[in-house]
């Protein structure tokens, strides 16, 4: 018999009721996983049933009365709910797809903004738009709301002339200044080294010649602002050569004046159908500040593509995931339907916080506030559905990577390519036959070896359909066709996103629509497993303690260390992370002559490649 001494008893009977508690705390832990995955699958079902709660309630409030909805409603449901061949041909009889324009209402004066959501309805369920497109565009007229100016620059003094309406008008360019006007229609202004276009002028063309290589470009500004943009419309002459420069400023007139709302959606729909949009950017960029209310970020993303935009329409949003614009036309639910639809395709946590908010903030009955026009909006936006085969329209409207094309920006295909009959979720993007692309090598990308995979979304090159641009990682080449699955760029209804890598940065689909998870519920189970280790640790503090003791095999004896004052380093004062607009550039200054100095290095820059090219 051994006999222990009473220190050795104490000692183990600790470590039985230590090991009672950790058995304890692994059964709350590995329940609480249990639960927590239990309800991860919950909420997900919640959200499958919430979206097609909010189709169902849509459906009902649309079949047997699209005929009694605004034109603006019936579009938007068109967009919506095409997947459905019955609400389809009702809506498509209801909105007269035979008509060249469209009022909001029926009967009413044909409106920019309906004409063209409707042009946008027909053209995604592959209808011939031809019609339409042609009252569309006539309506787009020349804007003279902005101010022109022309710079013509050179890397040394020069002798230069202005050629328009017959006319040939010389000066002299000495420091960049022009000695002196050049007709009536190009008046020297900031001291010399820009010219000011008459408004008068605008649809002139100008011939520009100088005696040693030069760069000119076209600028442009809103009335009265300090902000001035540069135009694209910029080219380098040769010395004793001549470029030939028109500005090109367009809007979409309405009621005799420009209106911005119907210019906005004339450009999705037009962009969606191919056309070069570059005349009309100057007047939606320059005017976008005067016209917040309606989300003019979201558009100029889609219709640009460019981070800067992005940035800002990111910034817009609330910390609860929705959009609303200043002093917004109409509410929370249709600026949000907005904003998903320009992030629509993009693997971005602020696309599923959006997508999050609206499922959590659908009403009972399954719509957004009861609305056809914001329900609709939102399903076409962050869970659209294929349209149903067209019976004789000209294409099946199948989807477009299905058939073997590309979606791509309408920018990289050319007009004989374009496939307008096949289906592409990304408003911007069009079905493409023949694409011409880079290399990947050209792309600065690479392809990624066997068993590695791209850190983010995939590039369509030239040689490969998957160069990777931002580095490869190790992983599957392609789990999601592996396990039987289909790589889509959306989910057809009926499918749900699976959690397997598709190597062309599309995502894995199978059976039934999905929301993603937000990843809120393993934060919760996270929180909660750190409440019971601590509450644990509270209980048994005294005994952990001595636990931890007996395992040093010692007590450490002294007097108790003195307290110390943390230290703090003063943190760098926060920095300011709002982007110039596309095209932005501060007001040009130059530290010469009093009254115009210039600041703005990148216009500088741009003007001196330009001018190397001339050589």
């Known amino acids: 018999m051994i ?71 019936q579009a938007f449901s068109l967009l919506a709910l095409s997947y459905d061949e019955n609400i389809q041909a009702e809506c498509r009889k209801a909105i007269d797809t035979d008509r060249e324009c469209w009022g909001t209402t029926s009967t009413g004066t044909c409106k920019i903004r309906s004409t063209a959501l409707s042009l946008l309805a027909m053209n995604n369920l592959g209808l011939n738009t031809e019609k339409q497109e042609k009252w569309l565009l006539k ?31 010389g000066f002299n360019l000495m420091n960049g200044k022009a000695s002196n006007n050049a007709g009536s229609c190009l008046i020297s202004s900031q001291n010399g080294f820009w010219f000011r276009v008459t408004s008068s002028c605008y649809e002139k063309q100008y011939t520009v010649t100088c005696n040693k290589p030069f760069a000119s470009a076209f600028l442009y500004k809103k009335t009265n602002s300090e902000t001035v943009y540069v135009s694209s419309q910029t080219s380098a002459g040769s010395a004793d050569g001549s470029v030939d420069m028109r500005i090109n400023s367009e809007c979409f007139i309405e009621d005799s004046k420009c209106s911005y709302e119907g210019s906005l959606w004339a450009a999705l729909a037009l962009h969606k159908r191919g056309y070069d949009l570059s005349p009309l950017i100057p007047y939606l960029i320059a005017m976008s500040s005067d016209n917040e209310k309606y989300l003019p970020n979201s558009f100029l993303y889609i219709l640009l593509t460019s981070d800067d935009y992005l940035t800002k329409l990111l910034q817009q949003q609330t910390p609860q995931g929705y959009w609303q614009a200043t002093d917004t036309k ?26 999050t908010y609206l499922i959590n903030a659908e009403s009972s009955d399954g719509c957004w506030q009861g609305s056809v026009r914001d329900t609709a909006l939102v399903l076409w936006a962050g869970w659209s559905r294929v349209p149903s085969n067209i019976p004789g329209s000209s294409g099946t409207n199948e989807y477009c990577r299905d058939a073997g094309f590309d979606c791509v920006p309408s920018s990289e295909c050319q007009p004989t390519d374009r496939l307008n009959n096949y289906y592409c979720s990304d408003i911007s993007n069009i079905c493409c036959r023949n694409v011409a692309r880079k290399s990947c090598s050209e792309m600065n990308g690479e392809i990624c070896p066997s068993g590695k995979t791209c850190s983010a979304s995939t590039a369509i090159a030239s040689d490969t359909a998957y160069c990777c641009t931002e580095g490869c990682i190790a992983g599957a080449e392609n789990e999601c066709l592996d396990s039987g699955y289909s790589c889509r760029n959306v989910c057809y209804k009926d499918e749900e996103e699976k959690n397997y890598y598709c190597s062309g940065g599309d995502i894995c689909c199978g059976e039934a629509a999905v929301v993603k998870k937000s990843g809120s519920l393993g934060w919760i189970v996270f929180f909660l497993i750190i409440l019971v280790l601590v509450v644990l640790g509270i209980i048994y503090r005294e005994k952990v303690k001595l636990w931890i003791f007996k395992i040093k095999g010692k007590f450490k004896k002294g007097p108790a260390p003195r307290p110390t004052r943390p230290s703090f380093r003063p943190g760098s004062p926060p920095t300011s992370t709002s982007p110039l607009g596309f095209f932005k550039r501060a007001m040009p200054q130059r530290p010469a002559p009093k009254g115009r100095t210039r600041t703005d290095i990148e216009l500088e820059e741009t003007m001196k490649k330009l001018r190397d090219m001339g050589k």
């Open 139 to 169: 309506q787009n007229k020349t804007d003279t709301s902005l101010e022109w100016y022309l710079e013509i620059d050179t890397n040394e003094d020069s002798s230069c002339s202005v050629s328009y309406d017959g006319n040939t008008y």
């Open 330 to 355: 109409y509410n929370k639910f249709y600026d949000t339907g907005l904003g998903v639809l320009a992030l629509y395709g993009l693997n971005s946590e602020d696309l599923e916080k959006a997508r």
């Open 3 to 73: 006999l222990l001494e009473r220190k050795d008893f104490k000692y183990l009977l600790l470590v039985r009721e230590m090991k009672k508690s950790l058995v304890i705390l692994f059964a709350i832990v590995f329940s609480m996983a249990y639960i927590g995955g239990v309800l991860a699958d919950s909420n997900d079902t919640a959200s499958i049933d919430k979206v097609e709660k909010a189709y169902s309630c849509l459906e009902g409030k649309v079949k047997g009365n699209c005929g009694d909805l605004n034109v603006e409603e």
